[in-house]
Nanobody, 115 residues
Framework: QVQLVESGGGLVQPGGSLRLGCASSATIDSIYRMGWYRQAPGKQREMVAIITSLGNTNYAYSVKGRFTISRDNAKNTVHLQMNSLKPEDTAVYYC?????????WGQGTQVTVSS
C-alpha cells in the first residue's frame, strides 16, 4: 500500500496563497490518478482537483482559476498551488492516489483562511 504524506497547510489571510505538497512512497508515474480533496466541519468530503498520469486535470468549479494541481514524477510529489484564498476554502485537505491496486489517502493537512 502506498503511503501519502501531505505538507504545506496553515493559517493564511483571505486573498493569500498556500502551496500544498503530497509525497508518495510509490513512483507516481505508475499511479493512474492523484488528487486533492477537502472536508470542512459538518460537510462531506469533496473533490478539489485531480490529475491523471497523462497530465489531464479537473477542478471543482469553486476553485477553477485559483488553484493549480501539478505533479513532479521525478520527486514522486503532487502539489496544489492555492491562490486568492477565501474563508470558504477552510478545510482539512487530503491527498488521494488511485491505481489498479489501491486507493490511498493521506492523513490530511489543515488549511485555515481567516483574518
Amino acid at each position: 500500500q502506498v503511503q501519502l504524506v501531505e505538507s504545506g497547510g496553515g493559517l493564511v489571510q483571505p486573498g493569500g496563497s498556500l502551496r500544498l505538497g503530497c509525497a508518495s512512497s510509490a513512483t507516481i508515474d505508475s499511479i493512474y490518478r492523484m488528487g486533492w480533496y477537502r472536508q470542512a466541519p459538518g460537510k462531506q468530503r469533496e473533490m478539489v482537483a485531480i490529475i491523471t498520469s497523462l497530465g489531464n486535470t479537473n477542478y471543482a468549479y469553486s476553485v477553477k482559476g485559483r488553484f493549480t494541481i501539478s505533479r513532479d514524477n521525478a520527486k514522486n510529489t503532487v502539489h496544489l498551488q492555492m491562490n486568492s484564498l477565501k474563508p470558504e476554502d477552510t478545510a482539512v485537505y487530503y491527498c488521494n492516489a488511485v491505481s489498479s491496486n489501491f486507493n490511498a489517502w493521506g492523513q490530511g493537512t489543515q488549511v485555515t483562511v481567516s483574518s
